[in-house]
């Protein structure tokens, strides 16, 4: 396999500019933001305009996928969260798990809005929410989830929802569902990689194969274990990322015509085991 160099992933269709104008054109309507993250990579699965965009209201954040992240490593990023003065709780939009904590701290977070509602002779007033997060980081999941009866439309590819969308989710609590937004570029490519790694960016715009091998050096540093175990190889710490994927194709027998390795059909395994969990809990940042 050739040698690579590194791919400066970037991604903002028209559509994800247009999202930006309806957040900021809704966040009249909602007293609050729910703001879903994957749990994988807390930090780069965030939008960093959304501070400026969100403003002071009141936020809730959602450590997504939380079954295939490390849960030491999610652990501290709660703390991390809290102590920067939000709300934040580990969940897994998929089958529920920690979501009944939401509504709670829903009411903590929006506890000055209750009480105003309240002053005002306005109480159970509806809860709004604005559901906000980068691309496949499980918004949809959550909603449907959440609302039971109220469906979003979801699947597990980037850049599904594309306008906004109200659910009632009960126990006095509505969420506006909003498409996944990015931001114009990557100022860090390593957020670009870790971003395209889980999934947020469309594999269409990427080399798959040149990904998969800059994921396998990365877990080869951190976590070797995980690559050897799952694909029944050994010694990978010091290899590059194609010799990995050249062991991986042939020890599951990906070969074309004339024994030749099959790379490509190795990296969309590679990129979906990984995805999926089944190198097991894997968190690719931690907290500075």
């Given amino acids: 396999m050739p040698d690579y160099v590194k791919q400066n992933v970037q991604w903002f269709p028209g559509h994800m500019a247009k ?28 939008n960093p305009e959304l501070d400026d965009i969100v403003s002071k209201k009141p936020r809730v954040i959602l450590l997504n996928k939380c079954d295939v992240a490390d849960a030491n490593a999610t652990a501290m990023w709660l703390k991390y969260f809290e102590n920067k003065g939000h709300y934040a709780i580990a969940v897994d939009c998929r089958t529920g798990k920690g979501l009944n904590k939401f509504d709670t701290i829903v009411k903590k977070a929006l506890a000055d809005v209750i009480a105003r509602n309240e002053s005002k002779g306005m109480a159970g007033k509806p809860l709004r929410l604005m559901v906000v997060g980068i691309p496949n980081t499980g918004k949809s999941s959550f909603i449907n989830r959440m609302g039971k009866n109220s469906k979003a439309k979801v699947a597990d590819k980037a850049g599904v929802t594309r306008q906004n969308q109200w659910f009632n989710v009960g126990n006095g609590i509505e969420l506006l569902d909003t498409p996944g937004v990015l931001w114009p570029k990557f100022d860090d490519p390593e957020v670009g990689d870790k971003l395209a790694f889980i999934g947020s ?21 951190t976590r070797p274990g995980s690559i050897e175990e799952r694909y029944k190889i050994s010694g990978v710490e010091h290899l590059q990322g194609w010799e990995i994927l050249e062991m991986i194709g042939k020890k599951r027998g ?7 390795i099959d790379y490509e059909r190795a990296a969309v395994i590679v990129a979906d085991e990984f995805r999926g969990g089944k190198l097991g809990r894997i968190t690719l940042e931690l907290p500075q």
Wanted: aromatic letters at 2%; charged letters at 35%.
């Fill in 254 to 260: 990906f070969l074309i015509k004339g024994g030749e």
């Fill in 19 to 46: 999202t930006r104008r309806q957040i900021k054109e809704s966040l009249s309507l909602v007293d609050g933001v729910v703001e879903i993250v994957d749990a994988r990579v807390p930090m780069s699965s965030r």
């Fill in 201 to 221: 960016v469309k594999d269409e715009i990427t080399d798959r194969e040149t990904l998969v091998c800059r994921l396998l050096e990365a877990l080869a540093k």
